[in-house]
């Protein structure tokens, strides 16, 4: 049916041994609230995490930590150790801006450029020097089209604004951008709650196809989806990561009591 | 030992549906055991004709069955339950389907009995009201296990099956041996070999509602329990010399 699925299952040159990333006792404040208490854990490139749990439960906050985000909150402060392939991501010479290529986000709201389709996509390769040539550059936007499976229903129309998409096909927009710098690992904050059922029936088969390629962790409010798509489940409650496991496992027989009152609906 | 009743849910009308669900399981159930005292009943008072209402009464349960079947995929499409709500609901669809198949080996007492009372009474049969006390107390706590979420009642459920097939075992043998002192009782015998087989069925189908009972409660599955009905392996005593 999809013709990137090949592409999107293709093994990265770099090898899968140990995780591609890792969180140990991060603990994040917002002033003197502490949000996050002491999380570790890993994200490997063969399974989609997701990561559950109520309002406020620190979830966005730590997906957040990865790449950095929370440093555009002022009163943010984060403490333990993220390290990327080893690397600390939070070393004073780490640079952020490729940082944020190599672990791209998604989020919420479709957010593309006010810009045509075509410059939403090219942007951030041509700002990272990915391209020597105009024929380069249009090459890595069709693959990241193709690979976000948008690629035929945009073709023939690269030169409009991003913004006259559909609220699904953008959000697959910005998927697209944010794989055209060719990341490691993507975030994806509710990357859902925005579309409508189709919609979101397409970024979740999206995801399924970008398994394997990169590291994707999800923040999800919706049950079912994290059920549906991914292999890992995080339950997060009040800055706590209460239990981590199989989803097959989180899903039909969680061992925390909260874990099972906020999946059946019990929570509060 | 019962389990702690679940936190409710946030939407109370899924616990109510939850409820409504189980009742209506722990009703079948309840039907059921009659079902099969009424049987035996009347086996050992040779009243054909209660025989006979026993057989007809069971569509009642097959009724209840489809209710419930149909209860508990509505709440399953509306509900997407998961974890322990979901297990819920697989164990009473899977029970209200296994009281459904006990109720058919109830009716198929009834019917026999009705035979049987009007042909000579065969001797081996004092055997049977006390399997069928065995199988009528394993049915009873199965179901209450279900009510009380209790699994470790489940599991002692699951251990009093050899004493059935036990019985069973017993019975089969005395009968063969009736049966080949005076053909006369063949047909009789028969319909009792038939009988106490059904009993024994329905022993392994009330282990089997405790096994979905522990499964729901807790999560995992038991591994196999002992088989000790002997009976496929009986061949034809040598002939004599």
């Known amino acids: 049916m999809n013709e990137t699925a090949g592409l999107a299952h293709a093994p990265r040159l770099a090898s899968n041994a140990g995780p591609k990333m890792s969180a140990r006792d991060v603990h994040v404040f917002y002033g003197t609230t502490e949000a996050l208490k002491g999380v570790s854990l890993d994200i490997t490139t063969d399974e989609v995490i997701a990561f559950i749990g109520p309002s406020g439960c620190g979830k966005s906050t730590f997906l957040r930590c990865f790449n950095r985000m929370n440093d555009t909150v002022a009163s943010a402060r984060v403490t333990g150790t993220i390290t990327l392939e080893g690397e600390d991501v939070y070393a004073p010479t780490m640079d952020v801006v490729q940082l944020r290529a190599r672990v791209g986000m998604v989020f919420q709201k479709p957010n593309p450029f006010p810009k045509s389709i075509y410059e939403n996509i090219a942007y951030g390769p041509r700002i990272h020097g990915l391209a020597r040539s105009r024929s380069e550059l249009d090459g890595i936007v069709e693959n990241a089209l193709q690979r976000a499976g948008l690629w035929t229903e945009v073709r023939d129309r690269l030169d409009e604004p991003g913004t006259a998409l559909s609220g699904g096909q953008q959000q697959r927009l910005c998927i697209a951008r944010a794989i055209a710098v060719d990341p490691e690992v993507i975030l994806m904050d509710e990357p859902c709650s925005a579309l409508d059922p189709i919609a979101t029936a397409k970024v979740e088969e999206l995801i399924d196809e970008l398994r394997g390629r990169y590291a994707i962790v999800i923040v999800t409010h919706n049950m079912q989806q994290a059920a549906r798509i991914s292999q890992k489940t995080a339950f997060f409650h009040l800055g706590d990561l209460v239990e981590f496991g199989d989803t097959r496992q989180i899903f039909t027989n969680p061992r925390e009591t909260r874990t099972k009152d906020y999946i059946t609906g019990r929570y509060g | ?241």
């Open chain 2, 1 to 241: 030992m019962p389990s702690e009743p679940p936190t409710p849910h946030t939407v109370k009308s899924f616990d109510e549906e939850i409820d409504e669900l189980r009742t209506l399981v722990s009703q079948m159930g309840g039907l059921a055991e009659v079902q099969i005292a009424s049987a035996i009943d009347a086996l050992i008072r040779r009243d054909g004709e209660l025989g006979l209402k026993v057989a007809e009464a069971d569509a009642e349960l097959d009724r209840l069955e489809g209710e419930a079947e149909a209860m508990a995929v509505s709440i399953i499409a509306r509900r997407a339950p998961m974890a322990d709500d979901l297990r819920e609901l697989v164990a009473a669809l899977k029970i209200s389907a296994i009281i459904e198949r006990i109720g058919d080996y109830a009716k198929n007492i009834g019917k026999r009995a009705s035979s049987m009372a009007a042909s000579a009474p065969v001797q081996p049969v004092a055997i049977i009201p006390e399997m069928g006390r065995l199988v009528a107390s394993m049915l009873k706590d199965a179901l209450d296990a279900y009510v009380e979420r209790d699994a470790r009642l489940a599991i002692d459920v699951m251990m009093r099956d050899t004493q059935v097939d036990d019985l069973y075992n017993s019975l089969f043998r005395s009968l063969l041996t009736y049966m080949m002192e005076n053909p006369h009782h063949i047909t009789s015998s028969a319909h009792l070999l038939f009988i106490a087989k059904n009993l024994e069925r329905i022993g392994d189908h009330a282990t089997n509602i405790a096994e979905m009972v522990h499964f729901q409660v807790t999560g995992q599955h038991l591994v196999e329990r002992p088989k000790a009905d002997q009976t496929p392996l009986y061949t034809d005593p040598a002939p004599k010399p």
